[in-house]
């Protein structure tokens, strides 16, 4: 069984300062492990991705996340949050490259006040 | 990078009417396809996985003769919502599952269809 808990509904940062969106996972396999973000009335873009290589992954916008395993997270954070990325963001989880069911978590509300 | 195109982004029906929603893999072979529903300010509700050449799989509580899926070829999916209410407004998302450089499994969202039904 798979399942992703987003720790926070909603954080919220000033402009400049570091960001950090909290997700930890369950699964019963080798789990890959993905950020998205959403903008309102849009689809679901990609952020970076964990496929059981490096532990310390870097996205798009200077977004990165670190998979650890001990402690079944895999948090995003980012130095220095910009307006442009307030948004929602999901964390998702499914089997490690065999899966067919993915797992969202509730989703995070950032908001970056000016 | 893998593309899925999804069309209409936004539609306004009228009760009773059906409308079409197309999902579209650009670039790629998808042989999954995905459908979600999401309500304001909530989380991704899986509604159906659409399978290229087969039935899709519908999840529990989903009426699957109120939700038609259609997965006729590799890169098209389509979801039809059939005697629409103003109960099946929503916004509509489609995604595709793809396989990356490193050839992990990943997903490829549209940009969503906004549905009004009046």
């Known amino acids: 069984a798979q399942s992703v808990t987003q720790l926070d509904s909603h954080v919220s940062v000033s402009e400049g300062t570091p960001v950090l969106l909290r997700c930890n996972y369950s699964?019963?396999?080798?789990?890959?492990l993905f950020w998205y973000v959403q903008h309102p009335n849009k689809g679901l873009q990609l952020l970076l991705k964990?496929?059981?290589?490096?532990?310390l992954v870097k996205g798009i916008n200077g977004f990165e996340a670190e998979f650890k395993k001990s402690e079944t997270s895999f948090h995003l954070t980012k130095p220095s949050a910009h307006m442009s990325d307030a948004a929602e963001y999901f964390c998702?989880?499914?089997?490690?490259?065999?899966?067919?069911?993915?797992?969202f978590g509730t989703g995070t509300s950032l908001t970056v006040i000016p | 990078g893998a593309v899925v195109s999804q069309h209409p982004s936004r539609v306004i029906c009228k009760s009773g009417t059906s409308v079409k929603i197309e999902c579209r893999s650009l670039?790629?072979?998808?042989?999954?396809m995905f459908w979600y529903r999401q309500f304001p300010k909530q989380s991704l509700m899986l509604m159906a996985t659409?399978?290229?050449?087969?039935?899709?799989?519908?999840e529990q509580g989903v009426e699957k003769d109120k939700f038609l899926i259609n997965h006729a070829s590799l890169t098209l999916s389509t979801l039809t919502v059939t005697s629409a209410h103003p109960e099946d407004s929503s916004f509509y998302i489609c995604?595709?599952?793809?396989?990356?450089?490193?050839?992990?499994?990943?997903?490829?969202f549209g940009a969503g269809s906004r549905l009004t039904v009046l």
């Open positions: 670039d790629f072979q998808a042989t999954t």
């Open positions: 964990y496929t059981s290589a490096a532990t």
């Open positions: 995604s595709a599952r793809s396989w990356g450089f490193s050839g992990a499994n990943v997903l490829t």
């Open positions: 699964s019963s396999y080798s789990p890959s």
């Open positions: 998702v989880v499914t089997r490690s490259n065999t899966g067919n069911q993915f797992y």
């Open positions: 659409s399978n290229e050449g087969s039935k899709a799989t519908y």
